[in-house]
């Protein structure tokens, strides 16, 4: 397992799917510039509207199976019958690059991680009511089918928000964005005011 540093931080972007942990994270990746994202490896299919090395690394079952005989997964999980997972080298890797890194996970990965580093981990819930999330989800593209399995599971995710270590209601972006970044400078002791 890999032993954080004294200033390494993860923090962990979780909630519904359709709340916009993504989009939530990239954004306070972008203004915080002391964080860097590891990507996930996933067996499920890849959806029209996603990009592979960008939102997930794409591979079959069969190299799923190796890189976990190899134990190369610092977690993996199974969701909807599809396999989940974060390499540790990866995560040795962008710790090389920046001070701390940020994860897109659900809330069985991001468990994982709490227990495996404990305060070093900060879970940042994203979420939004039932209705947003499918208004959401519609709108980028996904099928009945895929809306309605992400839908089976939204009252669990919401649950999730209460042992969290941080929590907010997306509907609007660039406002849940800003606060999530004082959040993160908080935690990194930078300061990020700047002068007009």
Known sequence: MYDLKDKEMIFVF???????????????????????????????????????GEDYHFISEDAFDVAKENGEFLE?????????????????????QKGCIYLVLNNEGADIL??????KVIRIFIYA????????QQERG????????????YDRDMAYK?????????YRLDHTAFEVTEIISNYLQLDL????
């Open 142 to 153: 996904d099928n009945e089918a895929v809306i309605e399995r992400h839908l089976s599971h």
């Open 114 to 119: 709490k227990q495996l580093y404990g305060e």
């Open 129 to 136: 009511d039932r209705s947003t999330v499918i208004e959401r």
């Open 76 to 96: 993996d999980v199974v969701i909807n019958g599809c396999r989940y997972g974060i390499k540790e080298e990866d995560v040795r890797s962008k710790f090389a």
């Open 162 to 170: 209460k042992v969290c270590e941080h929590a907010f209601e997306n």
């Open 14 to 52: 979780t909630g519904p799917d359709g709340s916009g942990r993504k989009t939530v994270a990239n954004m306070a990746a972008r203004t915080t510039l002391h964080m860097t994202g590891v990507i996930s490896y996933t067996t499920r299919a890849k959806r029209p509207y996603e990009t592979d």
């Open 193 to 196: 005011t700047t002068e007009d």
